[in-house]
């Protein structure tokens, strides 16, 4: 059984650029959180999907939009990026179903503004 | 969610076993308390989850005293690839799975040979 699992490993790219990061959340989970790290920090809540829905936001502008898919696997869009996006993101997934905060992450994405 | 306080840092050696206490003195009736791992370049792994007393799993064990304003996660004769950085989180699980993890800076454990 795959874990969960995120497209591309790194990227590399320039400011004001647009990205777009993908997740396939661990099979049998249908919600998808999405988590940014900055060097040396804790992962910050970006926000979460359900039901091909955001349904909790932490806070980041605007310019950070996601989506979720049917088969549950979601994408993170980032646009008019700044030097201080640089940082791992990370993609969790879990049931929504569950009381638990058991979240499994995958391995992130490594993305560096220039 | 409650705010939690833990160590910056802290330092072992192959064979001993491990206490990281974290602060949570406004912790609601509500919150569970959880722990996640987290190694170099990888995403955080969860250790363990509890709600009062004490919780134990093949990995570790989590010490919650009566007025559950700390716990302790506890790990056993800790080995050089239980060098990563630990997190403590509180929140309310009953919310099932609005689970919006919010972490702090961690305590990163470093063991020695």
């Known amino acids: 059984d795959a874990g969960v699992t995120q497209s591309p490993t790194h990227l590399i790219k320039t400011r004001g650029q647009q990205v777009t990061l993908r997740c396939s959340p661990k099979s049998g989970h249908d919600t998808v959180s999405w988590y940014q790290q900055a060097l040396g920090q804790g992962p910050q809540f970006i926000f979460q999907y359900y039901e091909e829905e955001e349904r909790q936001r932490g806070n980041f502008p605007d310019r950070f939009s996601g989506h979720q898919f049917p088969n549950y696997s979601s994408e993170l869009n980032v646009n008019a990026l700044l030097l201080g996006d640089s940082a791992l993101y990370l993609c969790?997934?879990?049931?929504?179903?569950?009381?638990?905060?058991?979240?499994?992450f995958g391995p992130g994405t490594r993305l560096t503004v220039t | 969610l409650a705010k939690t306080t833990q160590p910056i840092s802290m330092d072992s050696y192959e064979g001993q076993e491990v206490n990281i206490t974290c602060s949570h003195n406004n912790i609601a009736t509500n919150d569970y308390i959880t722990w996640y791992q987290q190694f170099p370049s990888q995403g955080p792994r969860f250790i363990i989850q509890g709600y009062k007393t004490k919780v134990t799993n093949e990995v570790a064990s989590l010490f919650i005293p009566a007025d559950r304003k700390s716990s302790t996660l506890s790990l056993p004769r800790v080995s050089l690839s239980d060098t990563a950085v630990y997190y403590c989180?509180?929140?309310?699980?009953?919310?099932?799975?609005?689970?919006?993890?919010?972490f702090g800076a961690g305590t990163r454990l470093a063991v020695h040979p």
């Open positions: 969790a997934s879990s049931r929504t179903l569950e009381s638990s905060y058991e979240q499994y």
């Open positions: 989180l509180v929140g309310d699980s009953l919310s099932g799975g609005y689970n919006k993890l919010i």
